[in-house]
């Protein structure tokens, strides 16, 4: 664990500067508006240690796979999220040298994440010989406008002499992405439009030839300031540059502003429509002010706060961390374009290539049904309907009937380049299905379901059943060769949650087919046989359980291992994935993320509490939570165990998961997918929030150090508020008609 912002409510701010701790800072800082995002990297240049980031939605590139090529149906490509060009760039200079902070001396230096409005601030006293400068930058990426990125830079000179200032704006195309093999570059720059004061790109990502899309981007810089623009005279074919002068008298103070429109040809079919439509908005933002822009888009901010922030009182530390978690979610998601999704690291860096995983489905789903519109998370459904066709390749490469959900993905296709998630971690299939399942019952609306949910269902059940084998000797339906979502252990048989979710799949899809329009079914085109076939499969698949300690065994063999529990490890071997040889953690019985756990977290209805507390006893003690997954999924299951300190425990872990650092890996970027686990943590854990039968529930209990917490539910058109203190739990109904909920087996009404 390792801290180093100050505990506020509001705010991820320091006023400390380590150049060891550059890129922690750079994660942790990040900025997105769900069209675009950036690390909290520098404006100017920086001449030491740093991880320059921008990231355009939708935008990426098919690296070639370099390991695996002689097994069949391995994929061909490794799918990355592209660095965009730099378009934030500049460079200032006071008297004749450029400011950078690894080699000059300066303090009062403060770095401040307002969460509330979306505004990074940065601040810093720079001393270059006689002269004495207050250096303010401030940006943030407009959820007003999207393709708009605003930066606004403030000198003032606190010395007794004179300053020349030159502020060189630029957008640069000479971008790497730092996992790039043999530092290759993905962008060719199409035409450079480089004026006095104003200057654009046009770049298009480098041909591949796996016949995926290239992608254009145009950007356009426009200033507003009282400096001289100055002309440039060093050429430079991958950028423009607009360089602006003038001089400061002691304590006088000026300001430049930066805006920049982004616009990519995911949104234009030409060239000249991209250059179009980037004049056109170039010159409606060219006529407001900086306020007029900043209002616009903290407004939207504070109604989004508005309807989703969870209160913390006593605990500032669960509230920051809370807070930062739901920023970082609405900077990388919020519904406007169903044809993105959210990738693990968000915008904040390049590991794990940007691309979409199963953790959509499985953690953000809940979440975003009870803080936005059901329209979201209908997109994020109808994501996978329409990336059908790239499920059906997959499985057809393995050799399969039906459909394969990818692991990763941009287009359907699976794109990752380890053997072990691509094609063995086939539990997503399940989980896409959970997924359809949990927004039905959630909303109450079927028409996804009955509709085009259905044919995802049957396609992932045809995949089932063909990838099941029946055991003669067992007389039980199998799956052998998998890896489940605990990813250290590869390559297993009979993992209980895969086997579980295939059984629970075929089981919802033969309830649904019951359900459909004959129109519908007829479309479908599943047999009686098909239907004999997987209710066979339901009625006699094989669930490992050990009898004598009351669990579901992870997978087969996974009782025989050498188990003794995480407290046995010395702690400089933690994190075990940063010290310990693949090949015996492999052999180890340590957990990344529980898979009986996460089943169970699933279907927690369906479990008896003996059953839940003798396999959370079980498995927590072996569990290293070096998934950033894991701990929000055991926090709910301790707080339904009413084991309330290790649920606060484990909440705190997922909540500051990234603020402490807590898996050593923060510099790589936020674990953003994760970024759920607080929500889920205080609403289905501490609340005890449930859906059954169309009805909301709650058991709610206060963690000791608090001294209240209150949310803001989204539930089938009404707008709930929780409130919990030391009196009790209380309920009020914000928006919408009347409704009953369920409070600890009493009913409670709610009217406004």
């Known amino acids: 664990m390792k801290r180093i912002f100050e505990v506020q409510p509001w705010n991820i701010v320091t006023h400390n500067f380590n150049p060891d701790d550059k890129r922690l800072q750079e994660s942790m800082t990040s900025l997105g508006n769900g069209y675009m995002g950036m690390r909290g990297f520098f404006e100017e240049d920086y001449s030491g240690d740093t991880l320059n980031g921008i990231y355009l939605g939708g935008v990426w590139y098919p690296d070639k796979t370099r390991v695996g090529w002689w097994k069949n149906g391995y994929p061909e490509y490794f799918g990355k999220v592209v660095n965009a060009v730099n378009f934030i760039k500049m460079n200032v200079k006071i008297n004749g040298e450029k400011i950078d902070l690894a080699k000059d001396q300066f303090s009062d230096f403060e770095l401040n994440l307002d969460m509330k409005k979306s505004l990074l601030t940065r601040s810093f006293t720079i001393t270059k010989g006689a002269a004495k400068v207050a250096v303010k930058f401030e940006r943030f990426l407009s959820v007003a406008q999207q393709e708009l990125s605003v930066q606004r830079l403030t000198l003032k000179n606190v010395s007794s002499s004179k300053a020349a200032i030159t502020i060189d704006s630029a957008i640069d195309a000479d971008v790497k992405n730092e996992d790039a093999n043999y530092d290759e570059r993905f962008w060719n720059v199409v035409a450079t439009d480089q004026q006095t004061e104003t200057g654009s790109v046009l770049a298009q990502t480098t041909p591949n030839p796996f016949g995926t899309p290239q992608f254009t981007s145009a950007m356009e810089m426009r200033h507003v300031t009282t400096l001289k623009p100055v002309a440039v005279s060093d050429s430079n074919a991958k950028q423009v540059v607009n360089e602006f002068a003038g001089e400061l008298a002691p304590d006088d103070e000026t300001t430049f502003e930066k805006r920049v429109i982004v616009v990519t040809s995911r949104d234009y079919d030409s060239n000249d429509a991209l250059k179009a439509a980037m004049n056109q908005l170039s010159d409606q933002v060219a006529t407001q002010s900086y306020d007029d822009l900043f209002n616009a888009h903290a407004k939207i901010w504070a109604d989004r706060w508005e309807k989703s922030d969870i209160q913390i009182g006593g605990d500032t530390e669960a509230q920051q961390g809370i807070r930062f978690n739901l920023f970082e979610l609405f900077s990388t998601y919020y519904g406007e374009d169903a044809r993105l999704n959210i990738g693990p690291k968000g915008f904040t860096g390049e590991k794990y290539g940007g691309a979409t995983y199963w953790d959509t489905e499985a953690f953000a789903v809940p979440v975003y049904l009870g803080i936005t519109d059901p329209s979201v998370t209908r997109n994020l459904l109808m994501y996978r309907y329409k990336q059908l066709d790239g499920a059906y390749h997959n499985a057809k490469q393995q050799g399969l009937k039906g459909a394969l959900f990818p692991m990763v993905t941009f287009d359907g ?103 459909v329009s004959p129109e519908q079914a007829k479309e479908l085109g599943v047999s009686d046989a098909e239907k004999k076939q997987w209710q066979d499969i339901v009625d006699r698949m094989y669930l490992p359980y050990d009898k004598d300690l009351n669990i579901f065994v992870q997978h087969d063999g996974f009782l025989d291992k050498d188990l003794k529990p995480v407290s046995s490890i010395p702690e400089d071997q933690l994190p075990i994935n940063q010290h310990w040889s693949w090949d015996k953690i492999l052999r180890s019985p340590y957990i990344k993320q529980g898979d009986v756990l996460q089943g169970i977290w699933d279907f927690i209805d369906d479990f008896t509490p003996e059953q839940k507390k003798s396999n959370f006893d079980f498995y927590e003690q072996y569990t290293v939570h070096e998934s950033s997954l894991s701990p929000a999924i055991y926090s709910v299951l301790a707080a339904d165990l009413h084991y309330e300190d290790k649920a606060v425990e484990l909440y705190e872990r997922t909540a500051r998961l990234d603020l402490d650092n807590y898996n050593n890996d923060t510099v790589d970027g936020l674990h953003v997918t994760a970024m759920t686990g ?40 009404r707008l709930i508020e929780v409130d919990v203190d030391q009196d009790g739990a209380h309920f009020k109904l914000i928006d919408g008609e009347p409704i009953t909920i369920d409070v600890a087996g009493k009913a409670v009404e709610l009217s406004k």
């Open 413 to 515: 296709i699976e794109c990752h380049n380890e053997w072990e998630i691509t094609f063995e971690e086939i539990h997503r299939n399940g989980d896409i299905a959970f997924a359809i399942y949990n927004y039905t019952r959630y909303t109450g609306d079927t028409s996804y379901v009955l509709n085009e949910g259905s044919k995802v269902l049957t396609e992932i059940s045809r995949f089932w059943a063909d990838r099941v084998h029946f055991s003669e000797r067992n007389q039980s339906y199998m799956i052998h060769g998998v890896t489940g979502p605990d990813e250290y252990e590869n390559n297993v048989d009979n993992n209980w949650y895969t086997n579980i979710l295939a059984q629970w799949t075929l089981k919802y899809t033969l309830e649904i087919l019951d359900q």
């Open 678 to 717: 607080g929500w889920l943590a205080v609403v289905q854990g501490f609340a005890g929030m449930r859906v059954r039968d169309g009805k909301l529930h709650y058991a709610p209990f206060l963690p000791k150090k608090w001294d209240h917490y209150s949310f803001r539910q989204v539930f089938r058109d």
